[in-house]
C-alpha cells in the first residue's frame, strides 16, 4: 500500500495538464483501476485482515483523490495565469496621442462672444456668405454712387456678357443679416451674427477673409445707452476684468445714425498690449442707433421702432485677448502656430466656468 501511495503521489506531482491528471484517476480509481481492484480483493480477505486493510484502502483512496483535485486546482491556476499575463491590457493608456486636434482662436473666441450675448437674452443669426446687391449695399442705405461701395474691396461674382443684373457679391460684412433676420422674424429682434466676410485686402492687420460678429436689438423703446451698457458689459465680460475704460467716438455709417466707433484703452508698453490700462485706445468695433431706411428697407416702420447695431471684427478681438501678433497667421494652417494657439478640444466656453480657463 506504501508502495502504491509513493507510485501515484509522484505521478500526480509530475502531471502536466488536466488530462494527465484524468488518466491517473481512472488507472487508480476507476472502475478496473489499481485500487478499486484491490478494493474487490477485501472480500476474499478474513475479517480480521479486513479491518485493517479496509480502512487504510480507504484512507489512500482518499488521499489519492485530494492530491488529484490540489493538483487539478494548481494547474488551473497556472493556465489562469498564463493567460492573464498574455492578455494584459493597459487600459489606462490614451485612445490616441494626446492633444491631436485644438480649436482654433476663431471658433474659441466666436463661442465666448455667443457665449456673453445669450447670457444677455441675444439669440444667433445667420446669413449667405454669397450675397445679393440688395442685402449687402442698397438696404443698408448704401445706393450705387455710394463712397462706401469702393471703400469695401467688394469682391463680385461673375455674370455673363449681356446679363445686366447687378452681380451677387461675397458680403464685405455681417450687416446684411440684420435686414434678413428683420424679415425673418418681424421688427423685435435681438440677435448676433458671427460669419465669414471678404474684402480684397492683405497685410498684417487684413485678410481677404476674416470675421465679423454683427449685434442688433429692435424694440419700442432702445436707446443709445442700451447699446452703451451692452457693449460694456461685452468688453468687461469678454477681456475677464472687472473694469475697462471704452469709448464712443462719433463717425458716420450709412446704415446708422448717429453712429459711433468704440475704442478699449490699452497700453502697448515694452511692444506687448495691455488691454485696460495705459494712454493708447485700440478700435474695436463700430456701431450706432439702425437708420430709419434701413428698417423700411427691412418692412419695419420706423416710426413705431427702433434700435442699435454694432458690427464687431472677430479676429481683431480674438488677437487682442491671446496676444496675436499678425492676422495673417490665423489662416495658414501652420501646425506648430495651431499647436500654441490653440484651446483644448473639451474646455468650452461659459460665463459660470470662465471663458477661456
Ligand atoms: N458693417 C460695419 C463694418 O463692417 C460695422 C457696423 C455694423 C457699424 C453695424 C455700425 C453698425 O465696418
Redesign the pocket.
Known sequence: MDDLKAKYLSLIAAAGDEAAIEDLRITALGKKGEISLQMRELGKMSPEERQTAGPALNALKDEINSALAAKKAALGDAALDARLRGEWLDVTLPSRPRRQGTIHPISQVTEEVTAIFADMGFSVAEGPQIESDWYNFDALNIPGHHPARAEMDTFYTHRSAGDNRPPHVLR????PVQIRSMEATGASTRIICPGRVYRADYDQTHTPMFH?V?GLAIDKDISMANLKWVLEEFVKSYFEVDHVDIRFRASH?P??EP?AEVDIRCSWEGGTLKVGEGDDWLEIL???MVHPKVLQAAGVDPTQWQGF???MGIDRIAMLKYGIPDLRAFFDSDLRWLRHYGFAALDVPTLHGGLSR
Open positions: 464685405t460684412h455681417t450687416s465679423q454683427e455709417f446704415f446708422t453712429s463700430g456701431s450706432g447695431a454694432f458690427g
